[in-house]
Nanobody, 121 residues
Framework: QVQLVESGGGLVQPGGSLRLSCAAS????????MSWYRQAPGKERELVAR????????NYADSVKGRFTISRDNAKNTVYLQMNSLKPEDTALYYC??????????????WGQGTQVTVSS
């Protein structure tokens, strides 16, 4: 039922830009904070950015501050990640995430399928 679908990844040169999108369905989007994570080969998954339900509060990993911007459009059930001044170390599979969604008696995390971002010259 809950579904997150990422898009917008690709191959870019260092210094370039990409905008990732995550289309959400199956839950009340506007009541949950949304996040972007990334995972590179051989490394742990890391939190990149998070945005509060109303969109007014955001936080970022130190490595992307000043370069990445997370935003959301609750009318469209979509969260975005604008990535500027990309570096080779940004290369990873990027995932959309919603945490602690109520399903019956439990709370569950949901993930998209991921979209690949490759930064290379």
């Amino acid at each position: 039922q809950v579904q997150l679908v990422e898009s917008g990844g690709g191959l870019v040169q260092p210094g370039g830009s990409l905008r990732l999108s995550c289309a959400a369905s199956g839950f009340t989007f506007s009541t949950y904070a949304m996040s972007w994570y990334r995972q590179a080969p051989g490394k742990e998954r890391e939190l990149v950015a998070r945005i509060a339900r109303a969109g007014g509060s955001t936080n970022y990993a130190d490595s992307v501050k000043g370069r990445f911007t997370i935003s959301r459009d609750n009318a469209k059930n979509t969260v975005y990640l604008q990535m500027n001044s990309l570096k080779p170390e940004d290369t990873a599979l990027y995932y959309c995430n919603v945490a602690r969604v109520r399903v019956g008696l439990g709370l569950y995390d949901y993930w998209g399928q991921g979209t690949q971002v490759t930064v290379s010259s």
